[in-house]
């Protein structure tokens, strides 16, 4: 590959080649791979009785093979005069009939029409690199000349953008059929990685009005209809970008990186599965038989820290201790038969991802999480001005649960809200045996077959629970807080289980909830059994204007203010508030809505270190006391501020007291159930205050 030119200037120059054969001198250089790995193509569209006319053959092999299998009709034609005369000389005696001719591509003595075939192998990617690709449209033109009606341009092509947009636009412009076979990418000792492309553009009598453009993998695949050029061209880009992937995957191992691709239906373009690699680092103790394993994800469990998160997965792949563990999520509103039928599915690619060094014949294990591949339902499906596409979906959770996903397609590997399902027929009190019981794929309930209802009484979030545990610093549950109202302000509503959980559980609480999309609440109240009423209220706009309106309206305080809100700009790195919710000025005005023992939480979801310094910083000026607290397996941190000076110089001392004041919030919980379908709240005060930290300004 040393002699490949360094410049793509150099291809369209005849003095380059007059350099390059002389240095080259007897060995064949073979464009892009030999007549072994293309006959299959060139047979589908060559037939042996045809005129042939190759351009730029250079000292290429593959018209002599193609002679010794019975094409006697070809032309060959290159721009130096020292390949030709070599080439004719090499085939003077055994090849008397095949001809090797110094001619200009762009400008050639045939007559119109005298060919039915112009094979060109690497030509059209030398002379598009010209500025403007002039001499590759002058080759083209003259190629278009000199081929009969129904007569095929078969281009053996590396598919740079720039030139096959040459080659399409120019052809489709024309009104010649356009198709683009993908074979196999170069092989592993080949330094480059880059997939062979066949172009072939057949000449109509009278041009196509509509362009018809196709692509297929392989020589034999079936081809797929396109309608643009420019999805021609993304589907090139997909195929190269999974050629320089493989390569590198089958060269080299990186624990430190998890490359993933998707998987779409050859049909339909959908996607169907996403295949995550994840290598163990070096060192690790591996037995030696163990190189590589597929693992399975379970329907409706692709959002599990374990399957989603970067450090989920390199705990995956060491516990199950193979050199390379790639991780296969099934994509939703898909179907798949059993494990069997997946396995099937994914076996043909999988070997394309193996470590170096794997045994050809090594088999390779797909593990699973109990052998089954869970269970998923999309139970409806919309679009919001403000979110995008959404859908809600009931899963089987690996508990065996059943679980109700509100999921915004935007960041389908995010849940935005998740309920506990119970069927509305049971009683409250036999859940905890329904949770106990596995769910078959086969006996999955249909949300059309089977009345559920969401439990109220189950928070599924974790930093939730965390954020109904903040609320012991009010001192909800204990004697002196006995029959005294609480009033809470919630922006954001999700699927309405934090603020149902308030009302349902929490004595004397009224709650305000500020949501800004209307259709998450036409969804909340849909889906996820929201019910507002005059202890739950919902105002429809914008979070922080509310608060602003409220501050400066005065003469309503609440005791907690809770911002449970996701970031729409995914360029930030902090998903939850939106940075506009943590500027001291509004923090200030959270302050001010405060009542004198008021609280306020917030779910902060940040992964930039610098931006959650600054907001944390932001937050300590003006809350003078200031605990927090880590949601394990997440980002999420939950901090709880209090707006009245704490003593926490001891801060073993006074984070006892607050624990002890949870065991009355507890009490509170479970005694002032009002839920319909709970009759006490899932959650555990206890646990959650356990690891909360004092900040320190």
């Not at 080259?24 to 042996?48: M, P, Q």
């Not at 010649?176 to 109509?204: I, M, N, Y």
């Not at 691709?261 to 996403?274: D, E, F, I, S, V």
């Not at 999309?517 to 849909?526: G, M, N, S, T, Y």
């Amino acid at each position: 590959m040393s002699l490949l030119p360094r410049t793509a200037e150099e291809f369209s120059s005849a003095e380059y080649w007059e350099k390059f054969f002389k240095k080259r001198g007897e060995k064949a250089f073979e464009w892009y791979g030999d007549y072994h790995k293309l006959c299959g193509v060139l047979h589908k569209y060559i037939k042996v009785q045809d005129k042939v006319l190759v351009v730029g053959c250079g000292s290429s092999e593959l018209s002599e093979q193609m002679y010794d299998v019975g094409y006697k009709h070809l032309t060959n034609i290159d721009i130096s005069e020292t390949v030709v005369t070599h080439m004719n000389q090499r085939n003077a005696e055994r090849r008397p009939g095949l001809t090797f001719q110094q001619v200009d591509a762009t400008r050639t003595p045939y007559e119109e029409a005298s060919y039915q075939v112009a094979l060109d192998k690497g030509t059209l990617d030398a002379m598009a690199s010209e500025e403007g690709g002039a001499l590759a449209r002058g080759m083209l033109a003259e190629v278009g000349r000199v081929l009969r009606v129904a007569g095929r341009y078969v281009c053996v092509t590396l598919a740079q953008e720039s030139v096959i947009r040459l080659a399409v636009e120019l052809f489709v412009q024309l009104g010649w059929a356009v198709r683009l076979h993908c074979l196999q990418g170069a092989a592993e000792e080949d330094s480059f990685a880059l997939p062979v492309f066949v172009l072939v553009c057949t000449k109509f009598r009278q041009p196509m009005a509509t362009p018809l453009l196709e692509m297929c993998l392989g020589e034999d695949g079936a081809p797929t209809r396109l309608a643009q050029v420019a999805e021609l061209l993304s589907a090139v880009r997909e195929h190269q970008a999974y050629s320089v992937l493989r390569k590198r995957l089958r060269t080299s191992t990186d624990a430190g990186s998890s490359p993933s691709l998707t998987l779409c239906h050859a049909h339909t373009g959908l996607p169907r599965y996403t295949l995550t690699v994840q290598d163990c680092p070096p060192g690790a103790k591996v037995p030696r038989s163990n190189h590589f394993a597929i693992f399975i994800v379970p329907q409706g469990s692709d959002t599990a820290w374990l399957y989603s998160a970067a450090e989920g997965r390199r705990q995956l792949a060491a516990s199950a201790n193979f050199r390379r563990l790639v991780v296969a999520a099934m994509h939703r509103n898909q179907e798949y038969e059993d494990m069997q039928a997946v396995q099937a599915e994914l076996s043909p690619m999988v070997m394309d991802l193996a470590p170096p060094g794997m045994p050809a014949n090594q088999q390779v294990p797909f593990l699973s999480v109990g052998g089954d591949l869970g269970w998923r339902e999309e139970v409806s499906r919309g679009v919001s001005e403000l979110s995008g596409e959404f859908c809600v979906e009931n899963v089987r959770g690996e508990d065996g649960a059943l679980y109700r996903r509100l999921v915004f397609l935007s960041n389908a590997a995010l849940v935005q809200s998740e309920s506990r399902l119970v069927s509305s027929n049971s009683a409250a009190s036999s859940h905890k045996k329904k949770n106990k019981k596995k769910v078959k794929p086969a006996a999955a309930p249909s949300a059309s077959s089977t009345c559920l209802s969401v439990d109220s009484g189950f928070l599924c979030c974790a930093h939730h629970e965390v954020m109904v545990a903040g609320l012991a610093m009010l001192g909800v549950g204990t004697p002196e807080a006995k029959g005294a109202p609480l009033s809470v302000l919630l922006v954001g509503l999700g699927g309405g289980g934090l603020p149902q959980f308030l009302r349902d559980f929490v004595p004397e609480v009224t709650v305000e909830v500020v949501e800004l999309d209307p259709v998450v609440l036409q969804v909340a109240k849909d889906w996820f059994g929201f019910r507002p009423d005059e202890r739950l209220t919902v105002t429809l706009g914008d979070g922080l204007e509310r608060i602003c309106a409220l501050e400066e309206k005065g003469g309503r305080l609440f005791d907690a203010v809770m911002f449970d809100v996701d970031n729409k700009d995914s360029s930030v790195g902090m998903s939850c508030p939106p940075a506009a919710f943590v500027e001291a000025s509004i923090l200030q005005k959270v302050s001010r809505l405060l009542s004198s023992r008021g609280v306020f939480i917030l779910n902060l979801v940040c992964r930039d270190s610098s931006l959650r310094t600054s907001v944390r910083e932001r937050v300590s000026a003006t809350f003078p006391t200031v605990l927090s607290r880590k949601v394990e397996g997440e980002v999420n941190e939950v901090l709880l501020c209090s707006r009245g000076a704490s003593d926490t110089s001891d801060a073993a001392r006074f984070l006892r007291s607050l624990r002890q004041a949870g065991g009355g919030l507890q009490g509170a919980l479970v005694s002032g159930s009002r839920s319909e379908t709970s009759r006490r709240p899932h959650i555990d005060i206890a646990e959650l205050l356990k690891d909360l930290k004092v900040e320190t300004s």
